[in-house]
C-alpha cells in the first residue's frame, strides 16, 4: 500500500503538478494548533496569496480552463452583468436563479435580465417558526432550482493549482443553485484566489473555528462529469453542462 507522501505524489501527477507547494505555513492545515495559531496561519495565507496575486490570477484563469470553465475576465460589476446576460441570452433562458452572494448584491443583474424578459429568482428563503410552512418554503425554493435553466453564485474561493472553486455553506447559498441548472455561471474577484487545496482547508477551518460558517463546502472543477464502468466520460448528467466564471478587475 502507498504511503502518505506516495498517494499525494499520485495525486499531484494527475492533476499536472510536478512538485510540492509551498504554503505560507507548513503546519497550517493541523488539527492539533489552537484556535489562535489557526488564525495567525490563515492571516499568513492572505498575506501570501495578496503579494502573488498576479501569478495566481494567470494559473488560476489556465488551470480552470483546461478543467472546462469558461473564463470572462471584466473591468466592473457593470461589465459583470453584461457577460451574465450574454449567456442566459445565448441559451435562450427565461427562468434564471442566483445565490444571495454578496459580491452579487453589486452585479446590476435583476435590472440587465429584467431587459431580457426574464425571470430572475433569488435563492433566499424565510425562515419560519411553523415547521410545516418552513418545509413548504425548502422544497418551493427546491422546484424553482430545479425549474431554472441558468443558475448563479458568488465563489467564495478560487485554488490556483487545480482551476476549483469552492463555495462555503450561508443562508441565501444554496448549494441547489449551482447544482441543478444546465449552466452554472460563478461570478467573482482576484481576491478569492489561493495558491492550493492545503490553503482552502486552513482557511475553511479558521472560518469553521470562529463559528462563520458551518456545513460542507461546495468545490466545483469544471462541469459535471460521470464516467461508467468502463470510463466512458459523460458531461452534464448529475449536475451542470456547461459553466462559467466571471472575474471582475
Do not use: C
Not at 49 to 69: N, V
Not at 92 to 114: C, F, Q, Y
Not at 144 to 169: C, H, L, N, Q
Request: glycine share 6%; aromatic share 4%; proline share 3%.
Amino acid at each position: 500500500m502507498a504511503d502518505k507522501q506516495d498517494f499525494l505524489r499520485m495525486v499531484r501527477t494527475s492533476l499536472g503538478v510536478s512538485e510540492r507547494r509551498d504554503i505560507a505555513r507548513d503546519d497550517a492545515t493541523s488539527f492539533f494548533l489552537s484556535k489562535d495559531e489557526v488564525s495567525q496561519a490563515a492571516d499568513d495565507i492572505r498575506a501570501d496569496a495578496a503579494e502573488r496575486r498576479t501569478e495566481l490570477i494567470d494559473e488560476f484563469i489556465h488551470r480552470a480552463t483546461e478543467a472546462g470553465w469558461n473564463i470572462h475576465r471584466v473591468a466592473n460589476f457593470e461589465d459583470a452583468a453584461e457577460e451574465v446576460t450574454a449567456v442566459v441570452r445565448e441559451h435562450g433562458a427565461t427562468a434564471v436563479m442566483r445565490s444571495d452572494h454578496d459580491i452579487l448584491n453589486s452585479v446590476p443583474l435583476e435590472s440587465a435580465l429584467k431587459a431580457e424578459g426574464v425571470d430572475l429568482e433569488i435563492a433566499v428563503r424565510e425562515p419560519s417558526d411553523d415547521a410545516d410552512e418552513d418545509l413548504e418554503r425548502r422544497l418551493s425554493l427546491r422546484e424553482k432550482s430545479f425549474d431554472s435553466e441558468v443558475g448563479i453564485t458568488g465563489v467564495d474561493f478560487a485554488v490556483a493549482e487545480t482551476g476549483t472553486v469552492a463555495m462555503e455553506p450561508r443562508a441565501g447559498s444554496s448549494r441547489l443553485v449551482s447544482l441543478t441548472p444546465e449552466v452554472h455561471i460563478g461570478v467573482m474577484t482576484p481576491e478569492a484566489i489561493i495558491p492550493s487545496l492545503d490553503e482552502l482547508f486552513a482557511l475553511t477551518r479558521d472560518h469553521h473555528l470562529s463559528g462563520e460558517h458551518k456545513g460542507m463546502i461546495n468545490l466545483i472543477t469544471g462541469p459535471s462529469r460521470t464516467a461508467d464502468i468502463e470510463a466512458n466520460l459523460i458531461i452534464g448528467v448529475h449536475g451542470p453542462r456547461e459553466v462559467h466564471l466571471v472575474i471582475v478587475g
